[in-house]
């Protein structure tokens, strides 16, 4: 249970507490439910006198288990123009960092359009990704300061417009510029720690608590 969710209602919220964790904690029943491979399991750890969830440690040797938690498609979770707002809480060792980790996202780079939080690289660089439903360009805001140190941290991307921002512990560690009329919409559905259960699936390997996403509500100035 932290803080990162701002003030105004988000339209998803997880905070991974209590005997339903996988619960939409926003009132709106976007409840995730694992789609998993391999022997691919979350487990739950304490965190700021709640719970978070745990998902599978690197594996080096195919076959490697593989879990990505879903809620159903819905079109209601598509900012389109308008702002947005989305984060988590995460800790990641160092030893837990690959190419591609995916903290959440709604939608595919390669087709349709996509919002995207993930950590790339040795060095855990957090990253914000938009792609618009017209033209497949990849936007992304890449944080200058790794956060793979073993302690939490919280993520949060900001779209206002043209400006797209990476926060990290508060701090914008990251800026972009994109198309003021980029939109995002497409019928695909909001995943939480990795793509799938398939290989390449950017599978999430370290903690996350408190994920959200608002849409609507500009993010000031940053």
Not at 127 to 142: E, G, K, T
Not at 153 to 180: F, I, K, N, Q, Y
Request: net charge positive.
């Amino acid at each position: 249970m932290s803080g990162a969710a701002p003030a105004a209602p988000p339209a998803v919220r997880y905070t991974f507490d209590g005997p339903a964790p996988l619960a939409d904690a926003s009132g709106h029943g976007y409840d995730l439910s694992p789609v998993s491979r391999y022997g691919g399991a979350f487990t739950t750890a304490p965190h700021n006198g709640g719970m978070a969830l745990a998902f599978p440690p690197p594996c080096r040797r195919e076959p490697c288990p593989r879990i990505a938690l879903r809620a159903a498609a819905s079109t209601e979770l598509n900012p389109g123009r308008r702002p947005i707002r989305y984060g988590a809480s995460v800790r990641l060792a160092a030893d837990q960092t690959t190419d591609g980790e995916n903290v959440l996202q709604k939608g595919y780079s390669m087709r349709g359009s996509q919002y995207k939080l993930q950590i790339d690289g040795l060095a855990g660089r957090p990253s914000c990704v938009l792609v618009d439903d017209r033209h497949p360009r990849i936007h992304a805001a890449i944080s200058s300061v790794g956060i793979a140190d073993d302690r939490w941290h919280t993520l949060e991307c900001r779209r206002d417009g043209w400006r797209l921002s990476m926060l990290v512990d508060g701090v914008v560690r990251g800026r972009a510029t994109v198309p003021a009329d980029l939109s995002v919409n497409n019928r695909q559905p909001f995943s939480v720690g990795g793509k799938g259960s398939y290989a390449d699936n950017d599978q999430f390997q370290g903690i996350l608590d408190e994920l959200w996403v608002t849409i609507g509500q500009a993010g000031g100035s940053v």
